[in-house]
């Protein structure tokens, strides 16, 4: 494996351990917050003065919010790191010369698209 190959695959990987406790801190978080305001919708159902909900509520959004972002950056450097992985190990088996410095950053900088569900059953 090349230098290039094994720093970028290095960083790649550092990026996902880092990324995925940000994540599970995030979902934590939010849903800590969804049950928070489960448990106040309850016992607050029958009751004019419903702050307690008002104020739980307006914390849950952005909590929501940002496990749906940092789960996207997730996703985005983990297929990044998947791919470039893929191609590397292919190039090793195969017997090909190393990915140039050129193809490694594009690589690492690209997010796979994924194909569409299939519907044959």
């Known amino acids: 494996m090349s ?9 790649l990987n550092r990026a996902c351990v880092d990324l995925e406790q940000e994540w599970e801190a995030a979902r934590v978080q939010a849903g800590r917050a969804m049950t928070r305001l489960e448990v106040a919708e ?18 849950c959004e952005p909590a929501a919010q940002y496990e749906r972002g940092i789960s996207e950056i997730t996703w985005r450097y983990a297929s990044a790191s998947v791919l470039l992985g893929i191609t590397v190990l292919d190039r090793l ?9 050129s193809v490694v950053k594009q690589l690492a900088s690209t997010e ?5 569900p299939s519907t044959d059953l």
Request: glycine share 8%; no cysteine.
């Open 3 to 11: 230098g290039v190959e094994w720093e970028t695959l290095r960083s």
């Open 42 to 59: 309850g016992y607050t159902a029958d009751h004019e003065f419903r702050y307690h909900v008002a104020a739980v509520d307006a914390a």
């Open 93 to 101: 088996v195969s017997g090909r010369p190393p990915l140039s410095r």
């Open 112 to 116: 796979p698209v994924l194909p569409p």
